[in-house]
């Protein structure tokens, strides 16, 4: 039962364009969202969260959509540069300790 | 230390024989968690402790796995008698004592059984 989905194994951009990252989720009852970020032999780091109070967070590059009657949180980077190639990883909460990871989709921004 | 230390950065060992993963989280950091990545699987959570209280074990896939943290600080993983279908990243994350607060990870563990 994978409550939170990245559907998407891998995206690839051209450098300059918008990276459209997508997460679905199914438990209604998530109401904290974040994405990470993950290079090869690294763990992964926070990216930028959001509350499910809001439906939008930007940071930089980096914002942060949540569309809660459909499930949905996007993440869009813009522009697109190569060193945000890297796994990113959704991850939803229920006001506890207890964070559910999607699965990842690689993203590979070319130069 | 400035980060989440884990160690072995590597461990390849034999199917059957015992491993220990240890973990070393940011100072002043109360709750610890241990998750693992499989090949081509999202993070999967395994066990958190938070403070002195009991840890939730629930992610535990067997009892051949356990966990323990000393001090309210290190933490080890101990995985009895290891499988093939152990093999994968083990990856220990730390955070403050709040609700909905960042995890911070570490490098991880590549843990591969032979």
């Known amino acids: 039962d994978q409550q939170v989905k990245q559907n998407s194994p891998s995206l690839s951009v051209q450098e300059g364009r918008i990276s459209i990252l997508n997460c679905d989720y199914t438990n209604s009852m998530f109401d904290y969202f974040l994405w990470y970020k993950k290079y090869p032999a690294e763990g992964p780091t926070f990216l930028i969260s959001i509350s499910s109070i809001k439906d939008k967070n930007e940071d930089g590059r980096f914002t942060v959509f949540l569309n809660k009657s459909a499930k949905h949180l996007s993440l869009h980077i813009v522009p697109s540069q190569p060193g945000d190639s890297a796994v990113y990883f959704c991850?939803?909460?229920?006001?506890?300790?207890?964070?559910?990871f999607g699965t990842g989709t690689r993203l590979k921004v070319l130069a | 230390g400035a980060g989440v230390s884990q160690s072995p950065s590597n461990k390849v060992t034999e199917k059957g024989k015992d491993v220990e993963l240890r973990c070393d989280p940011i100072?002043?950091?109360?709750?610890l968690y241990w998750y693992r990545q499989s090949l081509g699987q999202g993070l999967e959570f395994l066990i958190y402790?938070?403070?002195?209280?009991?840890?939730?074990k629930s992610g535990l896939p067997s009892d051949r796995f356990s966990a323990e943290r000393t001090g309210g600080s290190v933490s080890t993983l101990t995985i009895q008698r290891t499988q093939q279908e152990d093999s994968a990243v083990y990856l220990c994350a730390s955070s403050p004592d709040r609700q909905n607060e960042k995890l911070f990870f570490g490098s991880g563990t590549q843990l591969s059984v032979l």
């Open positions: 100072s002043g950091h109360t709750a």
């Open positions: 402790f938070q403070g002195n209280s009991a840890p939730d």
């Open positions: 991850a939803a909460s229920s006001g506890t300790y207890k964070y559910i």
